[in-house]
Nanobody, 125 residues
């Protein structure tokens, strides 16, 4: 069974940093496009960051551009999201997603084939 497992969430003060990790089991996703999404209570799930299968192309939501960095390790089959200068508005459940093919036109959509169960990030003032 394909499974994505997120980790690294927690409590942090405004201006702090966290690194989220996504690990895969059940299938190698070296050639998969990967994405991070987040959802706050009462709000729709939104795109955060995406990365293509080689790691050469990265995409970011305007709200996190310059603060978050997505990366991948195709040897370990993991994807990371480095978050800096966190604000209370970043508080949400963060989800890792994987798909066989992503492009610059659809990296932000929610139709990825595989999803993790989320890790909570809470930023206090």
């Amino acid at each position: 069974q394909v499974r994505l497992i997120e980790s690294g969430g927690g409590l942090v003060q405004s201006g702090g940093s966290l690194i989220l990790n996504c690990a895969h089991s059940g299938r190698t996703f070296t050639n998969y496009g990967m994405g991070w999404f987040r959802q706050a209570p009462g709000k729709e799930r939104e795109f955060v960051a995406g990365i293509n299968w080689t790691g050469s192309n990265k995409y970011y939501a305007d709200s996190v551009k310059g603060r978050f960095t997505i990366s991948r390790d195709n040897v370990k089959n993991t994807v990371s999201l480095q978050m800096t200068n966190l604000e209370p508005e970043d508080t949400a459940l963060y989800y890792c997603a994987a798909d066989a093919y992503r492009t610059a036109s659809n990296y932000h959509t929610t139709d990825y084939h595989y999803w993790g169960q989320g890790t909570q990030v809470t930023v206090s003032a």
